[in-house]
């Protein structure tokens, strides 16, 4: 399989382009390389001043030595000056927000003492209790035993200020009504 002179010569231009390509690759090269050396020399150079401090005296003592302390004043200025600004930021940003309100929702069993109690008295006398963050909710009757009936009524209270057991306790002291209150439900709003 021999080739033709048209396709020698074709060949021929090809590896010359080809070698010319790789020639200008080569210059680039060495230029780049000749100024990498340069640069080289110029750190070299500037390397011993920056290394030729002082030589400080030697103590015995070595406790006062901080070996993560900069060397810059400045540095460590402005540093604890950025610290400082970043900080005051944050307690901007959280004085704007307005606390959260812990609630909960709270179904109370009022339980009377017979089938004879004035349930419509009984719940007059629980709504009456008035304390600040304090909500009464609806309110049904539900049979117990015996044509007994006792009240379900629903409050939500803020946790902070009112506490269940005190409420418990204030129901309680209507003592011509009721029997007792227990905790049908608790949950948190």
């Known amino acids: 399989m ?29 230029k780049l390389l000749s100024t990498l050396e340069s640069r080289v020399k110029v750190l070299e150079q500037a390397k011993p001043a920056a290394v ?42 959280k004085s704007k927000k307005t606390a959260v309100i812990a609630k909960s929702s709270v179904l109370l069993d009022v339980k009377p003492w017979d089938d004879e109690t004035d349930m419509a008295a009984l719940e007059k006398a629980v709504r009456s209790i008035e304390m600040p963050g304090l909500l009464w909710g609806v ?22 200020l009112v506490s269940v057991e005190e409420l418990s306790e204030k129901i309680e002291s209507f003592d011509d009504y009721v029997q007792s209150v227990d905790v049908a439900a608790f949950s948190k709003i």
Not at 54 to 65: I, S, T, Y
Not at 139 to 160: F, G, H, R, T, W
């Open 2 to 30: 021999a080739m033709t002179e048209a396709q020698l010569t074709t060949k021929l231009d090809q590896i010359s382009k080809e070698n010319k390509d790789m020639s200008k690759v080569v210059d680039d090269l060495n």
């Open 52 to 93: 030729a401090k002082p030589a400080a005296k030697k103590d015995d003592d070595d406790d006062d030595f901080d070996m993560f302390a900069s060397d810059d004043e400045e540095e460590d200025a402005a540093a604890e000056e950025l610290k400082q600004k970043r900080i005051d930021e944050y307690n901007v940003r």
């Open 139 to 160: 309110s049904k009757l539900m049979p117990v035993a015996y044509n007994v009936k006792k009240l379900q009524i629903v409050c939500v209270v803020e946790d902070e």
